[in-house]
């Protein structure tokens, strides 16, 4: 049985998750519209502001883009091939046997697994593709990393969500009931100011969840130590992101 309400950790602030999350590189879409035997139709399955949906925009005719938080949509760019709808992953609303390729991009994590692999199983065309994709803690050198690695190992400890444990695993941990597909290396990438780095922290769940238990902001010291280590604040540096990817094909019901 599906879980309801959903887990709503992104919708207060919906406008930094659209402001602040990373872009997905282009050669990851390239790389998962080649392994589909058709291009017709991709579903981004717990859509957020729509970076997913975007990049596979390019790829595929026809883009379904869907997400349980009203609030994450209205922030997504429009794009006259991206549909946007508010729906669970795990019951879509969508067609039977439709979608070339599935992704569920940084969502997958909060999903209910079972149910969310029924809907995949009913909605996929035979031979499709399903990918799971997560990335993992950003970095950015040697003087800021410690930094915000303390931040989220130890500051933050008490207050992430269980379901955080799985993208600290590389989704390995996550079940996955089909023959896996190999898949090379990817990255984001962003060449950030410190006010981006902080906004990019903000949206974190945890930093949410610490400030409702503990009513302060835990943003207030890790800034602190942020802008004594990058320098001109202004400055911009390069932040990357490895992404970790569970890859299927999908051979229906």
Not at 157 to 162: G, I, Q, R, S
Request: net charge positive.
């Amino acid at each position: 049985m599906v879980k309801a309400p959903f887990k709503d950790h992104f919708s207060h602030d919906a406008g930094s998750y659209s402001q602040y999350r990373p872009r997905y590189p282009d050669d990851l879409f390239s790389n998962l519209a080649s392994l589909c035997p058709q291009r017709d139709r991709a579903w981004d399955c717990g859509c957020g502001s729509g970076q997913a949906a975007l990049g596979l925009a390019t790829w595929f005719h026809a883009v379904a883009a869907t997400d349980p938080s009203s609030a994450q949509i209205a922030k997504a760019p429009s794009h006259p091939k991206i549909v946007y709808g508010r729906a669970p992953a795990e019951a879509s609303g969508l067609g039977a046997k439709c979608f070339d390729l599935i992704v569920a991009a940084q969502a997958a994590h909060w999903f209910e697994f079972d149910s969310f692999y029924a809907e995949i199983r009913r909605v996929a065309k035979p031979r499709a593709v399903l990918a799971l994709v997560s990335y993992h803690r950003m970095r950015v050198g040697a003087d800021i990393d410690p930094i915000t690695e303390a931040f989220h190992r130890e500051a933050l400890d008490a207050h992430w969500p269980p379901e955080r444990a799985h993208v600290d695993a590389a989704y390995r941990t996550i079940p996955f009931p089909f023959s896996e597909i190999g898949a090379p290396d990817f990255a984001l990438r962003a060449s950030w100011s410190l006010a981006q780095v902080l906004g990019y922290l903000g949206t974190w769940s945890a930093v949410k969840q610490y400030k409702y238990a503990m009513g302060t902001d835990p943003l207030v010291p890790v800034a602190k130590e942020l802008r004594a280590a990058w320098g001109d604040p202004g400055k911009a540096r390069c932040v990357t992101w490895p992404i970790h990817l569970r890859l299927a094909r999908v051979f229906g019901a």
